[in-house]
């Protein structure tokens, strides 16, 4: 007898039981095609197709392949699914032309299945914890053709999966905004430091005239440096109100603070180094990060970006570990406007940077519902 189930989250206008099947009996897989490297392009050529492999699901990554002559088997449209099944096993792909690599199963589906029904369906959690366990704890998991039809699929009628699939692509859309906001400000940010910091922007008194000319000092001259001595593995579990950053960032919240007022971290150690964090008083760092403050007439926030501003790689020593010592990077020579000036470059990066944290903020939020509606729209 099959078994029948109900959404927690519905709109109005549908009842009735979602029906359960194993996907044996909806949809067919086929998998693409290994072609080696050398009877791969690295651009189009004519007659040939895009060669969609592991690599075109990096983001970062800019390589493109194009293929001849590939069966009709491995080739795809946009209306066809995409899954990888070895390797990233479970990534699912859509919208995209071309000829599919042998590390991706391509999903046929009736047409009374909704394409992008199927593609959330896909990626919700739960089928993709079925999908890691069927392919395995190897080194390179695998998941093979039988077991993906064991996948069960649950589904309501079609005018109710278009409906689903609908409302979730406009989620998706509002999320792609945000993030495309966010990457915008960041740019935004980056190209502003590098005008003031050139001083190809200049900032005015209230008189509207220049200010003093920036002085030339180096980094050690106008901060001095700090080291801690906590080791991630004493701090004893607890839940206090003071923070502790490590080279990720907050690390946890304990009971004691060890810097009074804000300042500057800087990671010292390993694959982070150079990487900068603006501390608010009354927290610690690990002792695998420095602690930098500004001298007498040094703006804190101006310190944060002028670091941030200064490529700390060129001071790494150690291949295994890569380390930065202050006492290297100190000797970096910086122009320094007047504390005034410092002051309004200060609150002008500072905007940017609450900009981007609200709509980094509204991007979060907006993940954590999709979630909550994805646990209640699908059983």
């Not at 003031?196 to 209230?206: G, L, W």
């Not at 200064?310 to 020593?317: G, L, M, P, Q, S």
Request: charged share 25%; glycine share 6%; net charge positive.
């Amino acid at each position: 007898m099959m078994e029948k189930l109900q959404p927690k989250l519905r709109f109005p206008e549908f009842e009735g039981n979602w029906n359960i099947n194993k996907f044996r009996d909806i949809v067919k897989i086929n998998q693409g095609l290994q072609i080696p490297i050398s009877e791969r392009f690295f651009e189009k050529v004519e007659d040939s197709y895009f060669y969609i492999t592991n690599e075109f699901l990096r983001e970062s990554s800019e390589k493109k392949y194009f293929i001849k002559n590939p069966s009709q088997s491995v080739i795809c449209s946009k209306d066809d699914i995409l899954m990888t099944r070895t390797g990233n096993t479970g990534m699912v792909v859509t919208n995209v032309e071309g000829a599919f690599h042998n590390n991706f199963f391509k999903i046929s589906y009736p047409n009374n299945i909704a394409k992008q029904y199927l593609f959330y369906f896909l990626k919700l959690p739960n089928t993709q914890k079925q999908i890691t366990r069927l392919a395995g704890t190897s080194t390179i998991p695998d998941l093979n053709h039988s077991d993906f039809y064991n996948i069960y699929f649950i589904s309501p009628t079609l005018p109710e999966q278009q409906k689903i699939a609908s409302f979730l692509t406009t989620v998706d859309d509002k999320i792609s905004n945000l993030k495309q906001k966010v990457s915008l400000l960041e740019k935004y940010k980056k190209g502003v430091m590098q005008q003031i910091f050139s001083q190809q922007i200049r900032f005015k008194d209230t008189s509207g005239n220049d200010y003093p000319v920036w002085e030339e000092k180096s980094l050690g001259e106008v901060s001095n440096k700090i080291s801690s001595n906590i080791s991630a593995n004493k701090i004893e579990e607890n839940f206090g109100d003071y923070i502790i950053y490590g080279a990720s960032g907050i690390l946890k919240k304990v009971d004691f603070y060890l810097e009074k007022d804000d300042y500057i971290s800087i990671v010292k150690d390993g694959a982070g180094i150079g990487r900068i964090f603006y501390c608010k008083g009354q927290s610690s760092v690990l002792g695998t990060l420095d602690i930098i403050r500004p001298n007498k007439n040094l703006n804190c926030y101006f310190l944060y970006y002028l670091l941030n501003n200064i490529d700390f790689t060129k001071y790494a020593t150690g291949s295994t570990i890569p380390h930065i010592y202050y006492k290297d990077y100190s000797k970096e020579i910086c122009l320094i406007p007047s504390y005034k000036e410092q002051t309004k470059i200060a609150e002008f990066l500072s905007g940017i940077d609450d900009k981007i944290e609200t709509t980094k903020l509204q991007l979060s939020k907006m993940e954590v519902w999709k979630k909550g509606l994805l646990q209640g729209m699908f059983c």
